[in-house]
């Protein structure tokens, strides 16, 4: 194996994968230097979001909503089964199953690519005349050195303060996705992607779930006609999610967790949970990378300072995804590392952050690209909106899915689509067609034009186009 490489990427999450493959497309010898393991030992690519994020919670999403549609929906389709019982290992088998074939299809496109796989730890140890030197810490310790590195170390959960995560008791994402039987009362701190994903899969299988949120809005990020139809969906379900919530003390016990806490009314609360999932956010993973070895800047938070195309102050190291600037997002993360690689070509990529897409996998599923309608009008942006409900989708009522809608917001001079928000089923397909829009910088009546199969659910962004021109056909 080669000692020193054209581009070593430290991380083999989303981001780094990724770049790693693209650089070696373009003719660059890499090697791509990752520390996780799965049981056994075994060597796992992929980062938090293959091992203990992004994928596996879509698999227990999956199977949580199945468990529910088994218990409370195929009644209506005509489909008689006996009471619906859950079985938790066999779920989390699946769960790691998957997780195992996607660790595995990394592996197998390092291969196919002619990526160098160096199992370990990463940190700079010197730099030097023909690139950075590199220690590869773990059970083949080695020594490497790159002409060019990209950072993609990514992150790591943010816990509260003075109260550590022991994965019994008090969880991160990844005990939360490891839970071995389905506890009676479930406490979420954090009414985010994490907590309402992890709170809506233990609460289908019947758990007593209470989110405590600090802010006073609930997905204060999202357009307000979403996240108010998100609280009235979540209520339904059973969710309890307190907003202005302010933890003072998180003590445990031996087999539960004491909350105490003021309600949105300065009203001093205690609730007992069997289990507390702690989702407050993540924080950049640069501790121990060795960034003092070479100059490289990190501020006071532990991002690492990039300008917009990704370059540290350290010529020759990039970095990119949860150790920047920016959405925390795997597929942010993707798109930055395939524009340092092509950047290194000679090739002029960009990554423009107004069209990264959000999507938050609940049921009803809720995703957005670009501006909300609130935020245009604090800009002094003049726009003008269209709305379609699902209610109103043929495609739709035959899923027995007609929760939520679609929205396009459009400037009220150009008709140019600023923004497009959705909340119901497989929304997180649908906003693919707004990113595209708004890349190509396309109008509302661009949308309202293109002929969309019928029945389909996509037919909902067709008539919130038409919508935004006042000429609904459906509503």
């Known amino acids: 194996m080669a000692d020193t490489y054209d581009v070593v990427v430290i991380g083999g999450g989303p981001g780094g994968y990724t ?50 549609h088994a218990s409370h929906g195929f009644a209506e389709h005509g489909i008689r089964i006996g009471e619906a ?23 197998y496109l390092f291969k196919k690519n002619k990526v160098a796989f160096l199992p370990g730890k990463g940190a700079f140890a ?7 030197m590199i220690n590869v810490t773990g059970s083949a310790p080695a020594s490497v050195t790159g002409r060019h590195v990209i950072v993609a ?31 009676k009362r479930l406490g979420v701190v954090g009414a985010g992607v994490i907590g309402l994903e992890l709170g ?58 004491t909350v105490e806490w003021t309600d949105a009314s300065g009203a001093a609360r205690k609730d007992v949970f069997d289990r507390l999932i702690v989702a407050i956010g993540r924080a950049p993973n640069t501790d121990g990378l060795g960034a003092d070895r070479i100059g490289l800047a990190i501020d006071a938070r532990g991002f690492i300072a990039v300008d ?55 049921a009803p599923e809720i995703a957005w ?34 929760r939520g809608f679609v929205k396009i917001v459009a400037d009220a001079a150009t008709d140019r689509v600023l923004g497009v928000h959705a909340i119901g089923p497989m929304v997180s397909e649908l906003i693919a067609e707004g990113v595209m829009a708004m890349e190509f910088g396309a109008s509302s009546e661009d949308i309202a034009r293109i002929c969309h199969a019928h029945p389909t659910l996509s037919e909902a962004t067709k008539e919130a186009a038409l919508g935004v021109l006042g000429r609904q056909l459906n509503l």
Request: aromatic fraction near 4%; hydrophobic fraction near 45%.
């Open 19 to 68: 770049a790693a493959i693209r650089a070696a497309q373009l003719g660059f010898s890499v090697a791509c230097i990752d520390d996780w393991t799965r049981a056994g030992g075994k060597a796992a690519l992929g980062g938090t979001c293959t091992n203990v994020g992004c994928i596996p919670s879509k698999a227990l999403l999956q199977s949580s909503e199945n468990f529910e």
């Open 85 to 107: 019982t859950i079985d938790v290992a066999a779920m989390l088998a699946r769960k790691d199953k998957v997780v195992g074939q996607n660790n595995d299809g990394i592996a």
């Open 126 to 132: 010197k730099r030097g005349d023909d690139g950075f």
């Open 153 to 183: 170390t990514g992150s790591v959960p943010r816990a509260l303060p003075g109260v550590a995560f022991d994965d019994k008791l008090v969880l991160d994402n990844a005990g939360a996705l490891a839970l071995a039987a389905v506890p």
């Open 200 to 257: 809506s899969v233990w609460r289908r299988l019947g758990a007593d779930v209470t989110i405590l949120e600090a802010l006073p809005q609930l997905l204060g990020a999202a357009d307000d006609a979403v996240a108010k139809e998100a609280a009235k969906q979540f209520a339904r379900q059973g969710l309890t999610i307190e907003l202005s919530a302010k933890i003072s003390r998180v003590a445990s016990g031996k087999n539960d967790v």
């Open 308 to 362: 917009d195309d990704c370059a540290t102050n350290v010529p020759g190291v990039h970095a990119i995804g949860d150790v920047v600037r920016g959405p925390m997002l795997a597929h942010k993360a993707e798109e930055e590392g395939v524009a340092i690689a092509e950047r290194l070509a000679g090739q002029k990529p960009h990554v423009d952050f107004a069209t990264v897409p959000w999507v938050i996998y609940t």
């Open 369 to 402: 690209v670009g501006a909300t309608e609130r935020q245009l009008k604090e800009r002094g942006v003049a726009v003008k909106t269209g709305q379609f409900p699902f209610s109103a989708n043929g495609r739709a009522r035959a899923m027995g899915e007609t």
